[in-house]
């Protein structure tokens, strides 16, 4: 197998990882946009819809029995749930085991078979691989989701005082914002409304989906409502205190990424330079290369080498990353 065609396997390997994480919940989606029109038209959640929400607790593996046996061998397995959950996508705990370990036998093959590696190189590097890949592609989705929901949330909020100024309760506002905002602010809120249909109060509903969002943003907002229920005040000036705050955070957090950015630049470069130019010269002469993989000098080398790397790295992000 040459390097080309190397390259074309795991382009190709790749895209694979990314359509299953990126098209399991289209599906989801197109439904809740056909539910939304139906209860604009009849003026009422079907009974499919709210099964369709209870669902999405707990989404099924695509291969039978697989989910049940992770929970039984896979250590914080609820964590791992929740990590797919704020995703917004359909990915079942058993498809991302087995996207996972399909990577680890795949980068394990080709290292050992196409490059030469070592058992004992090949090995660590699939496994590292094979967990780190899946885990920064999910990270990612989740990221993106949580940074859509929180340039949302400040509106979904201010509806909510519109909703409390003109007399409705806590709950229907909550509701109008799960029919009426886009998600995944809509999305999120929908199933609160629909937890507290199903008997939960109001906070119970909130703090679970401040688990599931785990963002600071939406637990400003639980502390207020729980904090107003218990002490009383005017909370429709609450939360449009609240809402003001967090749109000022966010001009924080723009105003940090505009003036970070050169130094972020700048780091991303530093970093990726010694991997670059590896790449390279393993493209135009591999047998150059291949000591380090092979011989246990090399191997050596090569470990301290990317220890020294990863310690810089690490020092960079740091530099560059501001808490607001």
């Known amino acids: 197998m040459t390097i080309g065609t190397l390259i074309i396997f795991v382009g ?7 359509l299953v994480f990126a098209f399991q919940g289209t599906g989801r989606d197109r439904q809740r946009r056909l539910e939304a029109v139906t209860q604009r038209a009849h003026g009422a959640r079907s009974s499919v819809a709210v099964q369709a929400t209870v669902k999405r607790q707990e989404t099924k593996g695509t291969i039978p ?8 061998i896979l250590p914080r397995q609820s ?7 704020r995703t917004g996508k359909s990915i079942s705990v058993g498809g991302y085991v087995a996207v996972s370990l399909i990577l680890v036998v795949v980068v394990f093959a080709v290292a050992r078979l196409v490059f030469g590696f070592s058992t004992g190189m090949a090995l660590p590097m699939a496994v590292a691989m094979g967990v780190g ?9 989740a990221a993106k989701r949580l940074s859509k929901f929180n340039s949302l949330f400040p509106d979904a909020i201010d509806l909510i005082v519109r909703g409390l100024k003109s007399g409705l309760p806590v709950t229907e506002s909550i509701g109008a914002v799960g029919r009426e905002m886009a998600d995944p602010v809509g999305c999120e809120f929908i199933a609160v ?14 703090w679970e989906a401040a688990g599931r969002l785990d963002t600071p943003e939406f637990k400003f907002f639980v502390i207020s409502l729980s904090v107003q229920k218990e002490t009383g005040g005017n909370l429709a000036e609450t939360l449009a205190n609240l809402s003001d705050i967090l749109r000022k955070r966010r001009q924080m957090r723009l105003k940090i990424k505009a003036m970070s950015s050169e130094a972020k630049a700048s780091a991303m470069i530093l970093g990726s330079l010694p991997f670059i130019m590896f790449g390279i010269i393993s493209a135009m002469n591999w047998e150059y290369e291949r000591a380090l993989f092979t011989d246990p000098r090399g191997i050596m080398m090569l470990g301290v080498g990317l220890g020294m790397m990863g310690s810089g790295i690490a020092v960079m992000a740091k530099m560059v990353r501001f808490e607001i």
Do not use: Q
């Open 12 to 18: 190709v390997l790749a895209m694979m990882l990314i």
């Open 65 to 72: 029995g697989l989910d049940e046996l992770i929970k039984r």
């Open 79 to 85: 964590a791992l749930r929740d990590r797919l959950d």
């Open 133 to 141: 890949i899946p885990h920064w592609i999910v990270g990612k989705m």
């Open 193 to 206: 409304f629909d937890a507290m249909k199903f008997g939960k109060t109001l906070e119970e509903s909130l």
